[in-house]
Each structure stands twice: as structure tokens, then as C-alpha cells.
């Protein structure tokens, strides 16, 4: 399977913003599908809203469409109960990606995470984003937030589809192989692990009636350990140094590598402007305070620097020159950082539609103008002595992190 980063024409696009309006486009796809329904994500959390998925793949099951769920054994750990036992009476098939065992995360092997937030129905509908099963009001280590989460999602027809389905198709049939060398089933795997490598093209259902939607070029990207070690890095390194006008980035957990870094500087050198709405809430310690660390090269070179305050960030966009004649958009799992980068699982959809990025371009431009802080210089510069010392506590221990698992950043 070769699943190219160049884009196709003739897909139709729906930016998806919130909790509510994601689980309804999930739902409506799965209730509509007749062939089978895929989905991969890190978190499935069921509190709230986030059932009516479960019981959307559950209702399809029982109607005889095939249903294959993978959640991630970090984020998700083990699917919460009575879930395992329904979804096996109605037939959903799913899978758990790298349980963690009794030593957990102290295998430096185990941080290789399945990070990807993708769905597909019937061969017709792929959504993929940065958007967990999760509610938007409700986080697994803060409980009941104030208000609402910043995350996105983008449902796409066309081309695309057909992109995501191979690649959770392939993934699915490792996890058999693996399965069966698990429980010393040899022959069983070695037959499944083959058949990894083939496509597995199902029949798409009848074409569905659809609202009015975006009609654009799109392209996906991936971010795996053996043949897209770096593609959505490129990427975006492509995309920044072609552009001419503006920069605007989104991203929960950022600390960019040299080359990032490199490309934003010169972008800004150049006459770009260029504008990172990044998470203001503390979250998690390495990932809050190591961005920090490159503040003061990024402010240097008069880079804009927004904090989101309303609530947690969990976007990971970016738009550049949304109203010239060369728009570039991309909504997806990965974080610049290199966690997301280099060890885990990742899936971007790339959008080259100017319809599009001014969309998603309005969006974050009214976040950072309605709900965000600019960060000043120098009231930078003036912080107390022990901030900064977390700051490079904390961009020491990433780079000790990925020291151990044999990356360089």
C-alpha cells in the first residue's frame, strides 16, 4: 500500500468544532453505514455525550455491519465497563494498541503511542482530527471543566476516504498478527501478518445524501516507526517555507526541533507573520514548562506568542496564507513536539482550499483575539528565577527521554 502526501481534487470538507457536533457526525455516519465502520483513538472516554458513540457501534454491530475499534493502551487503558461485554454480545470486534504490563512506561519501547483520532463508514465518510471520544466538558485528570475544550476535527468524501480505510485496515491486521504470536499461534500469524501488506478494498456503500459542503483538494499524511518516520514533519516544513503572508498554528503541546524552529525564524525574518496560540493552562509538567524553554528564541525573532485561557487547548491545525492564491491548512492528531514527531502514531489531513483555511483561519483568529494572552517580551524576560528554572528542568528531561529511546530532535 503506498499512501501518498500529495493532494487529490474533488473531496468534500466539514470543519468540525466541539465535543457535540463531532459525536453527531460520528453517529450519523455509523447509523448510516451498512458495510462496516472503523475507528482508531487514543481516549475512549464515555462520560457524558461520548456514549452515544458506543451505542451507535453497538446498534451497528447488532445490524450486521462489521465494526473494528482500537484504542490505545495509555490513553484508553482498558474500555470501561459494561462496554467489553456489550460490545462483545452485539459484535463489535476491538483491540487495545501496546497494553502497557506490569513494567508500564519505564520500557522506553511503550512510548510509542497510537495517537491517531480517525473513524470511517460505509467507505464513504473518513473523519480525522485531533478529537478524542472524549466530552468536551470533562478531562480524565482535571474532571468537570469550566468551560469547554479547544479541539477540531475534519469529515471528508472523496478520495481520502479510501487513504484512511487502507491504512486502519493494515494497522487492524497487525494487531491480529500480533495477537496470534501473543497466544503462540505461529502459522496464524504469519498468514495475518501477510495479509497486512494487501489491500483489503470492501465495497463502499450506496452514496448517501449529503448537505451542502466544501469542495476542495486533500491529502493525508501519516506518522508511523517504519515507512512515515517523518512526513508530517515535512510537511510542514514545506508549507512554512513557502509562505508569504501569514502563519497561524494551533497546538496543545508544542516544542518545535531545530529545524521547526529554523522555519519559523526565517519565515518571520522574511516578513511573515507568524502566530502560535498555544495551551496557557498548566496540564502536565514536561509538556506545560519545556515549550518555555524556546520562548525567548521564538519572541526574538518577533514571533507572536498567544496562551489560551479559556480552557484546555487540544488543537493540533495550522493555516498559512489562507486568502492567497497558495492556501494551506492541515487538522490532525500531531503535536510539533517530539513525542508526536518521532514515537507516536499520527494522521494529518492537509487541505489546499481557500474556502477551507478561511474557515478554520476565522476560527483561531477570534481564539486568540476572544480567549487567549498575548505574551509580552518582556514581561518574559522579568519572570522570577524559579520558573525558568522548570522551564529548563523540563526541556532537560525531554531531551533525556528521547536520548533514551534513540532519537534526536
Known sequence: ??????LQDGHQLQLIEGANAYFASLVSAIDQARSQVQIETYIFNLAGAAEQVALALERAALRGVRVWLVVDGVGTGALPHPWPERF????????????????GLLIPSRWRRLHRKRAVSGGLVAVCGGR??????????HGLLERPRLDFAVSARGALVQQVQEAMTQLWWRLQAVRHVRQRNFPEAFSTFRASGLLHPWTADSQLASSKQLVARAGLLLRDNVRFRSQIEKAYLRAIGLARHEIVIANAYFLPGRRLRKALTLAAARGVRVRLLLQGRYEYFMQYHAVRAVYRVLLAAGIEIHEYQSSFLHAKVAVIDPHNDRPWATVGSSNLDPLSLLLAREANVVVADRAFAAQL???????IARDSRAVDPQVFERRPWRHGLRDRMAFGLMRLALFLTGNRY
Not at 1 to 6: D, E, K, L, N, R
Not at 361 to 367: G, P, T
Open 88 to 103: 462483545d454480545a452485539a459484535g463489535v470486534q476491538w483491540r487495545i494498541y501496546s497494553p502497557l504490563g506490569r513494567l
Open 132 to 141: 478524542n471520544i472524549l466530552g468536551d466538558w470533562h478531562d480524565p485528570n
Open 361 to 367: 483561519y476565522q476560527r483561531l483568529d477570534h481564539a
Open 1 to 6: 500500500m503506498a499512501i501518498a502526501a500529495s
